[in-house]
């Protein structure tokens, strides 16, 4: 569950702001460098290091509050800061570090839509230089728990049907049809689930627009609240970003996703279409 805050920002009202002192703006490109082409002012922020739970079996899980606040406040994150995500290309690990930053409590954070590439087609200034720490931030994490799910609770709402539930990843690894990119994992998907891979909803780098969002997903949708998965909890936040964008208020991420549901020896799987 999420505030209905606008979740995107354009690359024109980025510009404007993006230098204030209030404004924090964080890189979420997977495997990016200090070096590598950047927004100036821009720091990273590595699903595959502080922002997720290192000692977690799972990939890319949340960090718990402590260590989620003291990356936070490294960041130079105060409570009045606007933070802003972007990524190189596409919609793929940015709405992830967006879906932590609302789950922290800070319910004005933002992803540039057409990430990276956008902004340099706009002929805005990219550097390489490394950027400057920002003085520490004084944020206090405030967790809402509501909008991170664990196994245990997917398992009752599959047992009880009372949440729809999503899968982001592509139509062939959620009917079983291809092996998991992670071995050791089964094919297939959660019993209940619908396929919705996180392809579907953007284009061209830039989330679909809203009324394209609505004439898409709404066919899908019931009352029902919802939760989003994929294979390590990244890409359900493609997903849960959409949805928030439709002003769904009442979604929820799987963390775990199919890395924890689909290992050896875990819970019902199911293979092909989704039921009916």
């Given amino acids: 569950m999420t505030d209905n805050v606008c979740a995107l920002i354009s690359v024109s009202d980025l510009a404007r702001i993006y230098r204030d002192d209030t404004t924090v703006v964080l890189d979420a490109t997977m495997g990016a460098t200090s070096t590598d082409p950047h927004i100036p002012g821009a720091q990273i922020a590595a699903i595959e290091g502080p922002w997720s739970d290192e000692e977690s079996p799972w990939p890319h899980t949340r960090p718990d509050r402590d260590a989620l606040e003291y990356e936070l406040r490294r960041l130079g994150?105060?409570?009045?800061?606007?933070?802003i995500v972007y990524e190189h290309d596409g919609l793929f690990s940015a709405p992830?570090?967006?879906?932590?930053?609302?789950y922290a409590g800070i319910s004005t954070a933002a992803i540039l839509d057409g990430g990276l590439v956008a902004w340099e087609a706009a002929h805005l200034p990219v550097?390489?230089?490394?950027?400057?720490?920002?003085?520490?931030?004084?944020?206090?994490?405030?967790?809402?728990?509501?909008?991170?799910?664990?196994?245990?609770?997917?398992?009752q709402h599959v047992a009880k049907k009372d949440r729809q539930i999503f899968d982001a990843r592509s139509t062939e690894r959620f009917q079983g049809t291809v092996a998991e990119p992670r071995?050791?994992?089964?094919?297939?998907?959660?019993?209940?689930?619908?396929?919705?891979?996180?392809?579907?909803?953007?284009?061209?780098?830039?989330?679909?627009?809203?009324?394209?969002?609505?004439?898409?997903l709404e066919p899908l949708l019931d009352d029902r609240p919802i939760v989003t998965t994929c294979g390590s909890g990244v890409t359900a936040c493609v997903i849960a970003l959409a949805l928030n964008i439709m002003g769904r208020t009442d979604v929820a991420?799987?963390?775990?996703?199919?890395?924890?549901?689909?290992?050896?020896?875990?819970?019902?799987?199911?293979?092909?279409p989704e039921s009916k």
Avoid: C
Wanted: aromatic share 8%.
């Fill in 77 to 83: 994150i105060n409570a009045d800061s606007r933070v």
């Fill in 96 to 102: 992830r570090i967006w879906w932590l930053l609302r």
């Fill in 127 to 155: 550097t390489r230089e490394k950027t400057s720490p920002r003085p520490s931030g004084t944020v206090k994490v405030i967790p809402r728990d509501e909008m991170i799910i664990d196994e245990h609770q997917v398992r």
């Fill in 183 to 216: 071995p050791g994992l089964r094919s297939g998907h959660i019993p209940t689930s619908r396929s919705l891979p996180y392809t579907t909803v953007q284009r061209n780098g830039f989330m679909l627009p809203e009324d394209e969002l609505h004439e898409i």
């Fill in 253 to 272: 991420v799987y963390d775990g996703s199919w890395s924890q549901w689909g290992r050896e020896g875990g819970p019902e799987i199911e293979t092909g």
